[in-house]
């Protein structure tokens, strides 16, 4: 028990020496939430819309008026000329283009129907579709008001969006930014902490002292246990009271599976430090074998279910995709044990499977 | 185990790799006090044989005493009885001369007051008093160096297994080392240790050289350059290591 506090003593001497890494440590958790938090967002606000008007009425303006008021959009230029867009677009400030006909409001009345022109900048497929539907929805709007007669055979939809009333993408990341850290933390920390000795020679004395290796290994893994719930604390204050994303479910079991999670992790740096030879290569494996997949394949970039079956499969090993999918249910759905049982079980399988495979790796190299 | 003063026993010892046979059935006994020199180009298997007595490694075949335990089956006594220093420079360069000292007291199990009596008589015999929360990446080599090897004694160890250890180490820093060498010897701890250099195998008490993984020669530096008629034990070296067949 002496020898346990005495190398830990050593190993958090290691890490608060080293101020550098200690404030990549600390700080990541806080810039990646803040940066997820306030500079990126799926929501595409403040989009500039030129509009093409020759009919100028009553019809029309309520539709500008409206375009122009949502968060949305922002009215910048009135064209006066079709051959006007074109050189609009290129201009490269407007993505989206509002085409009134002539004598819109009579066609409406008269004929009950009017047509208008959406045109919107594709070049980024994703911000075309996503202005296009919100254009799509606030006239849609404006064509409800106008029925709000006694007309007959109109189907009124009306969508509820569960867990995430408001769409706040907050509500996405706050997991996949908790695995990410995670991982960072644990396995590359780790693997690194642990290959570090190697590379100086000083790990051939510390086998040759009356250290058992399972006692190096834990010596090694507590400190950034620690670290990693210090982290965990630090993402959940900020994402509760910075970003006011509710946590749902139970606290404690929350910080259950996550220290189910630091363990895998954990395991996952031991196994790397087995096989690399120094410092950068863990690095480098650590980065290519986790990060990567763990930022296409937990769900949080890309929706797994949308992927081709053969990633699919893949997605299974990542240990991440099962956390996220553990966060996601107690964080924002706040369900219980009864609902992850299956993923948390999945989690602590890996785990025995890392730990045992590094365990037998670490013991051949001694032998 | 015949003689009580015998310390350090192989005895066919033999260890392979796949089909590599790095240590090939080497037998030898070292004297408790002795110095004892274990030499041998690259690649022919002087660390090799060290690890197994260290119990880092376990022997293929043949058997080895090591302060009286068997290397196979009580290595955990056989590392309580031995200090190491390695090859490379083994103590944390982020750490201070100091926190060193209380680390490698600790891991051997020394309470707080020995581990402090202790520190002050090497920062004494070193001159580092004044160094002591210094940190070892900012000390001189040869006081590295030198501060390695208190560490290896610093449990007072019957034994201390030295794996080259005066590696890029200018020579007055080297002539110094033996003599903590010495003193060591004269206080009863017993030395093994591993060297390129041919001036320092005249140092030891009895050397042994070692060529493709066997035992070629061994005995006291004298008897050694007697029978190889040579004047230097650089040439007894350069003779027997002229007839190895595998390089590194």
Redesign the interface.
């Known amino acids: 028990m ?2 346990l506090f ?2 830990i ?2 190993e958090w ?2 890490i608060w ?2 101020r550098r890494t200690l404030l990549i440590l600390f700080g990541m958790p806080l810039v990646q939430m803040l940066i997820f938090g306030f500079a990126l967002s799926t929501e595409v606000k403040n989009s500039k819309v030129a509009i093409l008007d020759p009919s100028k009425d009553v019809a029309t303006r309520a539709i500008i008026q409206r375009i122009d008021a949502s968060k949305y959009f922002d009215v910048t230029d009135i064209l006066r000329a079709p051959q006007q867009i074109e050189p609009t677009f290129k201009r490269g400030q407007i993505k989206l283009v509002i085409v009134f006909p002539e004598q819109f409001r009579e066609m409406l009345l008269h004929t009950n129907k009017a047509q208008l022109q959406i045109i919107a900048d594709a070049s980024d497929p994703n911000i075309g579709t996503t202005i296009t539907n919100y254009a799509n929805a606030i006239i849609r709007d404006y064509q409800q008001e106008l029925q709000s007669g006694p007309l007959p055979y109109t189907i009124n939809i009306q969508t509820r969006m569960l867990y995430n009333p408001q769409l706040e993408s907050a509500y996405n990341f706050v997991p996949g930014v908790m695995s990410m850290i995670l991982l960072l933390v644990c396995t590359m920390m780790t693997s690194i902490a642990i290959v570090r000795e190697k590379e ?3 790990m ?8 058992r290796p399972a006692l190096i290994i834990i010596s090694k893994a507590i400190p950034y246990l620690l670290l990693s719930i210090i982290n965990i604390s630090t993402i959940l204050l900020l994402s509760y009271y910075v970003l006011e994303v509710p946590i749902k479910g139970s606290l404690p079991l929350l910080l259950a599976v996550s220290i189910l999670f630091i363990i895998t992790a954990l395991s996952l740096g031991l196994l790397i430090s087995t096989v690399a030879a120094n410092q950068q290569i863990a690095m480098f494996i650590s980065l290519i074998s986790m990060f990567l997949p763990t930022l296409m394949f937990s769900g949080f970039m890309f929706p797994i279910e949308n992927m081709p079956v053969p990633l699919q499969v893949i997605s299974n090993i990542v240990p991440a995709k099962w956390y996220y999918l553990i966060v996601k249910s107690i964080m924002i759905k706040g369900l219980g044990i009864s609902a992850i049982w299956r993923e948390v079980l999945i989690l602590t399988g890996m785990s025995f499977f890392l730990l045992a495979l590094s365990t037998k790796k670490f013991k051949i190299r ?2 | 185990m015949s003689q009580p003063n015998i310390i350090i026993t192989a005895r066919n010892l033999t260890r392979k790799f796949g089909d590599f046979t790095a240590v090939d059935n080497i037998t030898f006994e070292v004297q408790k006090g002795e110095i004892f020199g274990f030499l041998g180009a690259n690649g022919a298997g002087k660390t090799t044989a060290m690890r197994m007595l260290c119990g880092l490694l376990k022997p293929t075949g043949g058997e080895a005493y090591v302060a009286g335990f068997d290397v196979k089956r009580h290595s955990e006594n056989i590392k309580r009885n031995i200090g190491y220093m390695s090859q490379r420079f083994s103590l944390y360069e982020d750490l201070t001369v100091k926190e060193n000292m209380r680390f490698y007291g600790g891991i051997y199990g020394m309470s707080i007051n020995a581990i402090k009596e202790k520190t002050a008589l090497v920062a004494e015999a070193l001159h580092l008093k004044n160094e002591q929360n210094t940190l070892v990446q900012d000390l001189p080599l040869g006081w590295k160096q030198k501060l390695a090897f208190s560490v290896a004694m610093f449990h007072n160890p019957p034994i201390v297994f030295l794996d080259e250890p005066t590696g890029g180490v200018d020579p007055i820093t080297r002539r110094e080392f033996w003599e903590m060498i010495y003193n060591a010897a004269h206080a009863g701890t017993t030395l093994f240790v591993t060297t390129h250099y041919m001036d320092e195998a005249e140092y030891c008490n009895r050397v042994s050289i070692m060529v493709d993984g066997r035992i070629a020669a061994m005995g006291t530096p004298q008897q050694l350059k007697e029978t190889n008629q040579a004047a230097s034990m650089e040439e007894v070296f350069i003779e027997l290591a002229r007839r190895a067949v595998r390089s590194e």
């Open positions: 002496k020898q005495t190398f003593g050593k001497t290691h020496r080293d100086m020679g000083t051939e004395v510390l086998l040759a002292s009356p250290l001694l032998a």
